[in-house]
């Protein structure tokens, strides 16, 4: 096309960050943050929003699905509840999403950063054919990461932290992508337990077995999943709100970005 033929040959596509997470885990303002951060750097990414239902959008987006799609209308119109308008509003999006892919063509040549927002609640992403669909659509034609957030002073508790952790991990085997877990809200607790726990296995039994002696057993066995699951990623601290580990994420991207490319 007309448009790769004006890119240098030696230019390199933009990477793609899905921000994912947990509702409440700070995506969004994980999202501010990070766009901020680049603009700083003088690298602003292309920036788009796929939450439907978001009311106060604190950036401004290249893409917003609610420029098109109107989440309460969908509900009133198709009969919904608020996850099906969302998800509804997320499949009507979908249908379009060549265009999409379009306009990010344009600018690609530009860009370093495609910063993507998702719904609040994780499985409408996650577990969704238009989630798939988007993914695949994107992971075909530029280098993608995921960056999965997690709400640190929400994680503490080790069955908790566990299940963070295989939800983590199921995301990680569905869309085979780089992966970030990004410990968020550091401000409040430091990731510090966190990062003991996976690289210690000791430590994380002996903190499951002090916490709990229900299914002792299965949660033995699950983190036995888990330390080998931990083999396959990069785990940063930020705090979306004061703007620490920005740099260590970024890092953190392009490494995971990096090796992937060299493995596959
Ligand atoms: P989302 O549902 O994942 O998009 O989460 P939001 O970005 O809307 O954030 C949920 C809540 O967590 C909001 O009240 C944010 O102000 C708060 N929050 C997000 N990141 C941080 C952080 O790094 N530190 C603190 N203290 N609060 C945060
Ligand atoms: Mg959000």
């Given amino acids: 096309t007309s448009t790769s033929a004006s890119v240098p040959p030696s230019h390199k596509q933009p990477t793609v960050i899905f921000c994912i997470g947990m509702a409440g885990s700070g995506k969004t303002t994980f999202m501010q943050r990070t766009n901020a951060f680049l ?28 420029d098109t799609i109107n989440y309460k209308e969908v509900m009133k119109q198709y009969n919904l509840g608020p996850n099906g308008g969302i998800l509804t509003s997320l499949n009507l999006f979908t249908t379009k999403f060549d265009q999409v892919l379009g306009l990010i063509a344009k600018r690609a040549p530009t860009l370093d950063y495609i910063l993507l927002d998702t719904p609040g609640q994780i499985e409408i992403f996650t577990w969704s054919a238009s989630g798939a669909i988007i993914t695949d659509a994107l992971a075909a034609t530029y280098p993608c990461a995921v960056a999965y ?7 503490t508790n080790p069955a908790t932290f566990m299940s963070n952790m295989l939800y983590a991990c199921s995301i990680l085997y569905k869309t085979k ?33 002090n916490d709990t002696s229900y299914m002792s057993s299965l949660m033995n066995s699950m983190s036995l999943v888990l330390d080998e699951f931990y083999q396959h990623l990069r785990v940063v601290g930020v705090s979306a709100v004061t703007g620490e580990g920005m740099e260590e994420f970024f890092a953190a991207v392009d490494e995971a970005v990096k090796e992937y490319k060299t493995e596959y």
């Fill in 39 to 66: 603009h700083g750097q003088g690298k602003p990414p292309y920036v788009i929003n796929l939450d439907p239902a978001v009311t106060h959008l604190p950036f401004t987006a290249n893409i917003d699905i609610r």
């Fill in 149 to 155: 957030i997690i709400d640190t002073p929400r994680t």
């Fill in 177 to 209: 992508l780089p992966f970030v877990l990004v410990f968020n809200k550091i401000d409040v607790v430091s990731h510090e337990f966190a990062v003991q726990w996976m690289t210690d296995f000791e430590t994380f039994q002996q903190a499951l077995k």
